[in-house]
Every structure is written in C-alpha cells, then in structure tokens.
C-alpha cells in the first residue's frame, strides 16, 4: 500500500506532530491562565489601601445622603456605569473625577474640564491631595473625604 | 517573589525541543538509502538557538512573558520545519534571519525601556518615514503585482514592514500626550499618508494592515466610536473607490467570489491553495509527503496552506489558536501596563501580529479576497522576521516593566 517505509512513517508521524502541538496549544493556555490568575491575587492585594478611607454623601438632602463610599488604590468617580464610585445624578459628569493614592496620600483630579471640581470651594486645575473633611462639590453632590488610620 | 513564577513553561519548551527534533529527523531520512546530515545540523542549531533565547532572556529579565515567548517558538518552529521540508537552502538563510531576529529582539527589549527620550523627534521620525516608503515608488523591484521592495546592494527590504513599527509608536506617543480628537489631526494625515503611498504601490496587504491597526489602536485609545466609525467609512469608501478605479482590486474581488471560474489563470493560486488545505484532511498527508510546490508563493504567502496539507487542519486550527494566545497575553499586558503610552504600545504590536496573520489567513482559506501579505513569525522573508521578532521584542519589554512594577509594589507592601 505504501511505497516505502519512509512513507509509512510519515504517516504515523502526521499523527504525533498533531498530538504534539495540540498539547502544547492545551498546556500553553492552561498555565497562561495559572498564571493569570496567581497575578490577579497580587494586584488585588496591592488594591486593599493602607488607610480605610471612605467619601460620604454630605449634601444635598435626599436618599443618598450619608452614603459611604470605600476607597481603593485608584478610583474614578462619575455617572457612567463602568465608575468605581458610581454618583448617578445629572449634574455628575459620565467620568468626572479621579481620586488616587500616591505615596501613601490621596489626591483628587478633575476628569472632565466643563463641570468642574471643587474642594472646598475652590475649583480646582490640577491633582491636589485630600486632607481629612475636605469637601469635594461634584456638580451639585458634595462629598466629604474621611481617613481612618488603621489600628 | 515565588508567588509570581511559578508554573513551568521550561517544560513546554522542551516539548517545542521534541517536536522540531523529531520532524527533523523524519526529514533526514526522506531521500530513500542516505542521512541527510545537514537537516540533522539545521535542527540542532535551531535548537540551541531556541535554547540560547530562552535562558538568555530569562537570565536577564526576570519578569520575560514566557507565554509569548514559546508561542512565537512553536510558530518559528512550525515555519522552520515547513522550509527546510520544501528547499533546505531557504532554510538555511530563514535559520539566520532567526537569529538575526532575537538579537533584534534583545534590543527592542532594551530601547522600549528607555523610549519615551528616543521619541521626542517624533516629526523628524515621521517625514523619514513617509520618505522611506515613498522610495520604492521611484526604486522599487515589483513583485507579485507590489512595487514595495527596495535594493540595496545584495539585499532588498520591504520599507513598509519596518515602518509599522514607527507607526505604532507614533501613534502610542501622540495618542498619550494629546487628548482632543482636533490635535489628533496630523496624525491622522500622517497615517493617512502611509496608506496613500502603499496603495500607489499597489500593496493592498499592507495597506489594510494599516489601515485596520491605525483604527483598533485609536479606538482602544480614545474610546471615541464617533471618529472610529466615520474614519471606517471613509476607509471602507475608499475600498469600493478603489474596486471601481483599479482593475488589479477587482481581479482580487472576482477570485475570491469563484477562484474556480479563472483557475487555469487569475485564479491559481487560491484554487491550488484550497485544493491542498483540503486533501490534507484532519491530520495531514504526512510530511514531505504532499505537493505544496503546484501552489505560487508556498514559501511565503501561502505557507498556511502548506501547513494544513502536511501537517492536518488540526495543527492549521492550533496555529490559529496560538495567534489568538498572543492577543490575550498581549491584551492582559496593556491592561498591567504602567502609563497608556505602553498600553498603547502593547495592544499596537499585539493587533498588528494578529491582524497580519489574519489578512492573510483569510485570504488563504477564501474568507476574504486575498492580500498578499507574509505570516509572522511562519513565513519566509527576512524583512518579515525580524519585524515580528521586534514586535515581539516591544510586547515583551512592556511586560518585563510591568513585572518589575509589580514585583515592587508587592514588595513595598510586605514591609
């Protein structure tokens, strides 16, 4: 049936190149996910701050108010769906804040130009650190920055 | 920082070792009564190169994409093995353009560390760049139907495979220094003027490629889908314009809706091609042992084909499969990156290696009109090896960073 041997063995090899890549298609992928995960663990844990610090709904009067909002590493504020601190109200911009931590402090940015963000009444242009009770006005939402020191 | 390391890709190197091993061996036998001593040769240096890249890059770089790194060897190995099976001469050369790859490799690891400082010249770096690309309009050697290779001396290069790169780092640069889409603008004429020129040149592959990564990467950039989809219709505008104003577009067009029609002439190549990827069946005729030579540019374009008749659609599906392993490890490495110039960078390279393997993918197995276009990392090509090795060597260079980030934010945090 076969002309040679040679043939015949490079049929059966056929089979043994296939087996062999797939296998390493299979193992590829698995210890890529492994791996994923093993490093997802680590950048979750470097998430958790050092400080519990939170923002709190001050103002206005309503439903919210007094909503407690925890803080992570990085975090942006806004009505969009996809924000860390969600603030689904008109007045808040889809994306309009970012608060985040450097050096062990917390700093507020301005996201979006048109609306503004005030700390203390003062609008504010550039990255600016957040000391305790300082009250940061979103459109018409004001929050107040807490930090409780561990232990 | 065990924690970070530890599932073992050295065992899927020595698995790759085997495999090229093996059809190695086969292959010196294949001329009935002699060894070929020579295949046996070509083998054990890709070997030791395979083994040399490894090691050398995870002596030095702690935090090396290992993933990345042994789905570009299984492919290189799969094109290596195809090549010195159809002429051991081309192999020969393809095993030093190899070579020549890692050591590029090697060094855009290093420059992509320090690149921001490099970047600063960026105008400088895209007047060059237009002009490059222009040159084989005026000194070109055509080929296939694209006046898109330059001479110089003994070699010829294909300007515009190097010059993606630029691109993608261009646009990183200016995508994260300037939000506004208004600013955006000479960017978008720089871009615009790359796929001008390519389509002078008449080399539609490559002007897709560009067209199409141009379009992902600002899309992933700017999240503006406004833009992104009028620029899609401009672009898909132009490619009905240019199906009405040239005849070589609606050639392409006319094969790819019935290649069986024109077989005896336009339609060949992808008439041959089909005919290989199907006689080849789940697992392959066997190596050596089917007749890839009857289809026109076997050693380059259509090198996939070649790989479904001997080795199976099987392993054809898997080197599918590897393509998509290197967007997801590529995807993951842009979301770890440190700032959105790297990501950009990243997710850059990842979508111009996958979407060049897909152009031309398709265009072998008749999914979309056919591209000339070479295969990463697969094909034949000096020009086109040490890109995607570049390419590689960028992708790798944003995830050895984001390691070395990783590892000491982790680090800081256990003290």
């Given at each position: 049936?076969?002309?040679?041997?040679?043939?015949?063995?490079?049929?059966?090899?056929?089979?043994?190149?296939?087996?062999?890549?797939?296998?390493?298609?299979?193992?590829?992928?698995?210890?890529?996910?492994?791996?994923?995960?093993?490093?997802?663990?680590?950048?979750?844990?470097?998430?958790?701050?050092?400080?519990?610090?939170?923002?709190?709904?001050?103002?206005?009067?309503?439903?919210?108010?007094?909503?407690?909002?925890?803080?992570?590493?990085?975090?942006?504020?806004?009505?969009?769906?996809?924000?860390?601190?969600?603030?689904?109200?008109?007045?808040?911009?889809?994306?309009?804040?970012?608060?985040?931590?450097?050096?062990?402090?917390?700093?507020?940015?301005?996201?979006?130009?048109?609306?503004?963000?005030?700390?203390?009444?003062?609008?504010?242009?550039?990255?600016?650190?957040?000391?305790?009770?300082?009250?940061?006005?979103?459109g018409k939402i004001e929050l107040t920055y807490k930090a409780v020191k561990e232990g | 920082m065990r924690l970070?390391?530890?599932?073992?890709?050295?065992?899927?190197?020595?698995?790759?070792?085997?495999?090229?091993?093996?059809?190695?061996?086969?292959?010196?036998?294949?001329?009935?009564?002699?060894?070929?001593?020579?295949?046996?040769?070509?083998?054990?240096?890709?070997?030791?190169?395979?083994?040399?890249?490894?090691?050398?890059?995870?002596?030095?770089?702690?935090?090396?994409?290992?993933?990345?790194?042994?789905?570009?060897?299984?492919?290189?190995?799969?094109?290596?093995?195809?090549?010195?099976?159809?002429?051991?001469?081309?192999?020969?050369?393809?095993?030093?353009?190899?070579?020549?790859?890692?050591?590029?490799?090697?060094?855009?690891?290093?420059?992509v560390r320090h690149i921001k400082t490099l970047l600063r010249f960026n105008w400088l770096y895209m007047i060059?760049?237009?002009?490059?690309?222009?040159?084989?309009?005026?000194?070109?050697?055509?080929?296939?139907?694209?006046?898109?290779?330059?001479?110089?001396?003994?070699?010829?290069?294909?300007?515009?495979?190097?010059?993606?790169?630029?691109?993608?780092?261009?646009?990183?640069?200016?995508?994260?220094?300037?939000?506004?889409?208004?600013?955006?603008?000479?960017?978008?004429?720089?871009?615009?003027?790359?796929?001008?020129?390519?389509?002078?040149?008449?080399?539609?592959?490559?002007?897709?490629?560009?067209?199409?990564?141009?379009?992902?990467?600002?899309?992933?950039?700017?999240?503006?889908?406004?833009?992104?989809?009028?620029?899609?219709?401009?672009?898909?505008?132009?490619?009905?314009?240019?199906?009405?104003?040239?005849?070589?577009?609606?050639?392409?067009?006319?094969?790819?809706?019935?290649?069986?029609?024109?077989?005896?002439?336009?339609?060949?190549?992808?008439?041959?091609?089909?005919?290989?990827?199907?006689?080849?069946?789940?697992?392959?005729?066997?190596?050596?042992?089917?007749?890839?030579?009857?289809?026109?540019?076997?050693?380059?374009?259509?090198?996939?084909?070649?790989?479904?008749?001997?080795?199976?659609?099987?392993?054809?599906?898997?080197?599918?499969?590897?393509?998509?392993?290197?967007?997801?490890?590529?995807?993951?490495?842009?979301?770890?990156?440190?700032?959105?110039?790297?990501?950009?960078?990243?997710?850059?390279?990842?979508?111009?290696?996958?979407?060049?393997?897909?152009?031309?993918?398709?265009?072998?197995?008749?999914?979309?009109?056919?591209?000339?276009?070479?295969?990463?990392?697969?094909?034949?090509?000096?020009?086109?090896?040490?890109?995607?090795?570049?390419?590689?060597?960028?992708?790798?260079?944003?995830?050895?960073?984001?390691?070395?980030?990783?590892?000491?934010?982790?680090?800081?945090?256990?003290?």
């Open positions: 049936m076969y002309e040679t041997g040679f043939d015949l063995a490079s049929i059966i090899m056929s089979y043994w190149f296939a087996l062999l890549v797939l296998f390493i298609l299979v193992k590829t992928v698995q210890n890529a996910y492994l791996e994923y995960k093993v490093e997802r663990e680590a950048r979750v844990g470097l998430d958790r701050p050092r400080t519990m610090a939170y923002v709190e709904i001050t103002a206005p009067e309503g439903d919210e108010l007094g909503k407690r909002f925890p803080l992570r590493r990085e975090n942006i504020l806004g009505s969009g769906s996809g924000c860390d601190i969600r603030l689904p109200f008109r007045s808040v911009s889809g994306e309009h804040a970012s608060i985040f931590q450097k050096n062990h402090k917390a700093f507020i940015a301005a996201l979006t130009a048109r609306k503004g963000v005030f700390v203390n009444g003062e609008k504010i242009t550039k990255a600016r650190e957040l000391s305790e009770n300082d009250r940061i006005r979103l | 970070l390391r530890r599932t073992s890709a050295k065992a899927l190197l020595f698995l790759i070792i085997l495999f090229e091993l093996s059809a190695f061996t086969l292959l010196a036998f294949r001329n009935a009564g002699t060894l070929d001593i020579q295949a046996l040769i070509v083998g054990g240096a890709m070997v030791a190169l395979l083994l040399f890249q490894y090691l050398a890059l995870r002596a030095f770089f702690k935090h090396v994409d290992r993933y990345l790194l042994i789905v570009a060897n299984v492919l290189i190995t799969i094109g290596m093995i195809v090549q010195y099976r159809l002429d051991p001469e081309t192999a020969i050369r393809q095993l030093i353009w190899i070579g020549v790859g890692m050591l590029f490799m090697i060094v855009a690891i290093v420059v060059f760049s237009i002009g490059l690309l222009a040159l084989p309009i005026f000194f070109g050697r055509t080929t296939g139907g694209a006046r898109n290779w330059l001479p110089i001396g003994p070699f010829a290069f294909q300007p515009s495979e190097f010059i993606k790169v630029a691109v993608i780092f261009l646009m990183a640069k200016w995508m994260y220094e300037k939000r506004r889409t208004v600013q955006l603008l000479p960017l978008g004429l720089f871009v615009g003027l790359c796929i001008a020129l390519l389509v002078v040149q008449r080399d539609l592959g490559a002007a897709l490629l560009y067209a199409g990564t141009a379009l992902i990467l600002y899309y992933v950039g700017t999240g503006n889908w406004i833009v992104t989809l009028g620029t899609l219709g401009l672009v898909s505008a132009g490619a009905v314009a240019s199906y009405h104003m040239f005849s070589h577009v609606r050639v392409r067009v006319e094969i790819w809706k019935n290649p069986w029609a024109t077989y005896s002439t336009d339609g060949y190549q992808v008439a041959q091609g089909l005919m290989a990827i199907a006689s080849g069946g789940l697992f392959g005729l066997g190596l050596t042992r089917g007749a890839p030579k009857s289809i026109p540019a076997y050693w380059t374009d259509y090198i996939f084909a070649v790989i479904c008749e001997e080795f199976g659609i099987l392993v054809g599906l898997a080197v599918v499969a590897f393509y998509l392993v290197i967007i997801l490890r590529g995807a993951l490495i842009a979301l770890g990156a440190r700032d959105k110039f790297r990501a950009l960078l990243a997710i850059g390279c990842t979508t111009l290696l996958t979407l060049q393997s897909f152009i031309i993918i398709g265009g072998v197995i008749k999914l979309i009109p056919l591209t000339g276009i070479t295969m990463p990392f697969v094909s034949y090509g000096g020009s086109s090896m040490i890109v995607s090795m570049i390419l590689l060597g960028v992708l790798e260079g944003v995830a050895i960073d984001n390691g070395d980030w990783l590892e000491s934010a982790v680090d800081e945090k256990k003290r």
